[in-house]
């Protein structure tokens, strides 16, 4: 019963270009949360998604970062652009329908490094 | 907006002493608490959970962790630490009806054999 799933483990990018992180939810999981976490710092909300739909970006930059579902396929968090400061591990957690009684269940993340 | 304070930041403890990190949380109404945990080069991984009910909440691999309402803490405990606890320990939070976790800084735990 394979978990969350998350690609790359690794990215490296250069500033000004576009860095595209995958997330594969659990198995029968329709409901998609980002979050980031800057060095020495917790994990923070970005962005809650359902298939084809953004229900909370509220933690998500207002420029250069966007979130996606679709309805086949993985979700994919794009930052256009990057800068040094993009520079962080990124997780996905997967839920398996609207309700805070639902646990998340987190991927390995994406280390993004930006030279 | 809700907030989640880790106050021990590093914690080194020697194997079968007991632990207890802190955990506390601003906010005023109803609110599901989490401890997650993430061993070296692994995921996220949940230890615990309260959502109502009896406040003395028992996880995984003997934790166990109490939600005292009036002090808005929800402290992580575990009577005898073993190596393999070495971890980075995350204490969240969420408002009933809101779907996003509030996290805590973390506290980085080093159990010495």
């Known amino acids: 019963n394979a978990g969350v799933m998350q690609n790359p483990r690794h990215l490296v990018r250069r500033r000004g270009q576009e860095a595209r992180l995958r997330c594969s939810p659990m198995?029968?999981?329709?409901?998609v949360y980002w979050y980031r976490q800057l060095p020495e710092e917790g994990l923070k909300f970005m962005v809650y998604?359902?298939?084809?739909?953004?229900?909370?970006e509220s933690g998500m930059p207002k420029e250069r970062f966007s979130a996606e579902f679709p309805k086949e396929g993985p979700s994919i968090l794009r930052i256009q652009q990057v800068v040094r400061g993009d520079s962080a591990a990124y997780f996905c957690a997967s839920s398996p329908r609207q309700g805070t009684a639902d646990t998340q269940y987190f991927g390995p993340g994406t280390r993004l490094t930006v030279l | 907006a809700q907030s989640v304070s880790q106050h021990n930041h590093h914690v080194i403890l020697s194997e079968a002493a007991s632990l207890e990190l802190g955990c506390n949380y601003s906010y005023g109404g109803t609110v599901n608490l989490f401890w997650y945990v993430q061993y070296p080069g692994q995921h996220l991984q949940l230890l615990l959970k309260?959502?109502?009910?009896?406040?003395l909440v028992k996880g995984i691999k003997g934790f166990e962790a109490e939600f005292i309402k009036s002090k808005f803490s929800f402290n992580l405990r575990k009577p005898s630490v073993q190596w393999s606890d070495t971890a980075e320990y995350f204490c969240a939070v969420n408002p009933l009806g809101n779907e996003k976790l509030t996290f805590g800084t973390g506290t980085r735990l080093t159990i010495i054999p």
């Open positions: 198995k029968g999981h329709s409901h």
């Open positions: 309260y959502f109502s009910g009896d406040p």
């Open positions: 998604l359902q298939k084809e739909n953004i229900i909370d």
